[in-house]
């Protein structure tokens, strides 16, 4: 019993050992696991923040832009309205114009007609200054045959007073 004693205490022995070097192998491996999974995890942790940074980043250009296009939005609605107004005015710009241009055209038609009879006055006028003129000439050549008549004594009548059947001799200078 003895020897099964010594037997058993030396297999105690080994075993032990064998337990301490499997503890020491399992305390080595769970140090390594432990401390790959501590790295693991603070790679997760630093690849997380930065992800969240990232989003942060993502959330705050994605804001920006939204408030970029909602001021590109308003900005075209305001030159849009100002592109209607616009047009509005240049169509009572055009409409005006056109009037005016009408007007422009009654205008010159008015003194296109104007001008017209002012000439046909002109020709009417320069026709009774031509007659008047002819008269005048008459008249003064009838006077001075008139002159003659009497200076000479004879009986001068005008042609006139022939159809009247009156004689000029009767009559003075400032009578005809």
Same mark, same amino acid.
């Given at each position: 019993?003895?020897?099964?004693? %010594? ?16 503890? !020491? ?11 790959? +999974? ?13 992800? !969240?940074?990232?989003?942060? *980043? ?15 939005? %308003? ?19 055009? !409409? ?24 046909? %006055? ?9 007659? *008047?003129?002819? +008269? ?39 009578? +005809?």
């Amino acid at each position: 019993m003895e020897a099964d004693r %010594l037997t058993f205490e030396r297999q105690t022995r080994e075993l032990q050992a064998k337990l301490e070097e499997v503890e !020491s192998v399992v305390k080595a491996k769970q140090g390594a696991a432990i401390t790959s +999974l501590q790295n693991k995890i603070a790679s997760l942790e630093e690849q997380l923040d930065n992800e !969240s940074k990232e989003k942060q *980043n993502l959330s705050k250009n994605s804001r920006r832009s939204d408030r970029k296009i909602k001021e590109l939005t %308003l900005q075209i609605e305001d030159e849009r309205r100002q592109c209607e107004q616009y047009k509005d005015q240049m169509e009572k710009a055009n !409409s005006r114009m056109k009037t005016l241009k009408r007007q422009i055209d009654q205008n010159f038609d008015e003194m296109s007609a104007a001008n017209a009879a002012k000439r046909k %006055l002109q020709r009417e006028l320069d026709e009774q200054i031509e007659t *008047n003129d002819s +008269l005048q000439r008459e008249n003064n050549t009838l006077k001075q045959r008139q002159r003659r008549g009497f200076s000479t004594g004879g009986n001068f009548r005008s042609k006139g007073s022939r159809e009247r059947g009156t004689e000029n001799d009767d009559l003075s200078d400032e009578e +005809l």
